[in-house]
T-cell receptor
Framework: DAGVTQSPTHLIKTRGQQVTLRCSPK?????VSWYQQALGQGPQFIFQ???????QRGNFPDRFSGHQFPNYSSELNVNALLLGDSALYLC???????????????FGEGSRLTVL | GNSVTQMEGPVTLSEEAFLTINCTYT??????LFWYVQYPGEGLQLLLK?????DKGSNKGFEATYRKETTSFHLEKGSVQVSDSAVYFC????????????FGSGTQLTVLP
């Protein structure tokens, strides 16, 4: 049973560029969340997608956008990159109605973005 | 808004020592509380959770009790092992569902043989 997979694992961009990160959720999961983890900090919620729509959003500017596809996979796009966008970007999947697993997110290993 | 405050790290212990990592929270309503663990080179994993006051979450010898009166959810283990070396994150979810998690800043634990 494949867990949450993310790509690419590492990438380097320059200021002003755009980046797309990809995520495949754990088999059977229908909800994808994205988090930003700066070095030495805890993850911060960016947004969550369910049924191909953004269901909830954290305190991130519009430069951060996303998409969910019919197969539940997801992309995170960041435009006009800033130095401060350098971080580990984590994807997490879950079930919208998880029953006994409510509250449990399954995380991928992340995509480490460096902005120069 | 919601926030989670964790004990500053890093924490270094000898094998078989007792572990406590403090966590306090601020939230409206009645949040669910979680401990996640991040082993080197791996993604975050749920370690344990508690969904209401006085609940005790436990897993792999780790325990934490949801204390509403002190807004705390301290992580404890009676005897740590080298394999417990990891970063530990306390987190809360206001709705109790797998929606928006608010994380603490993490505590790096190193256990020496």
């Amino acid at each position: 049973d494949a867990g949450v997979t993310q790509s690419p694992t590492h990438l380097i961009k320059t200021r002003g560029q755009q980046v797309t990160l990809r995520c495949s959720p754990k088999s059977g999961h229908d909800t994808v969340s994205w988090y930003q983890q700066a070095l030495g900090q805890g993850p911060q919620f960016i947004f969550q997608y369910y049924e191909e729509e953004e269901r909830q959003r954290g305190n991130f500017p519009d430069r951060f956008s996303g998409h969910q596809f019919p197969n539940y996979s997801s992309e995170l796009n960041v435009n006009a990159l800033l130095l401060g966008d350098s971080a580990l970007y984590l994807c997490a999947s879950s079930l919208a109605n998880g029953g006994s697993t409510t509250g449990e997110l399954f995380f991928g290993e992340g995509s480490r973005l460096t902005v120069l | 808004g919601n926030s989670v405050t964790q004990m500053e790290g890093p924490v270094t212990l000898s094998e078989e020592a007792f572990l406590t990592i403090n966590c306090t929270y601020t939230a409206t309503g009645y949040p669910s509380l979680f401990w996640y663990v991040q082993y080197p080179g791996e993604g975050l994993q749920l370690l344990l959770k508690a969904t209401k006051a006085d609940d005790k979450g436990s897993n792999k010898g780790f325990e934490a009790t949801y204390r509403k009166e002190t807004t705390s959810f301290h992580l404890e283990k009676g005897s740590v092992q080298v394999s417990d070396s990891a970063v530990y994150f306390c987190a809360l979810s206001e709705s109790g569902s797998a929606r928006q998690l608010t994380f603490g800043s993490g505590t790096q634990l190193t256990v020496l043989p």
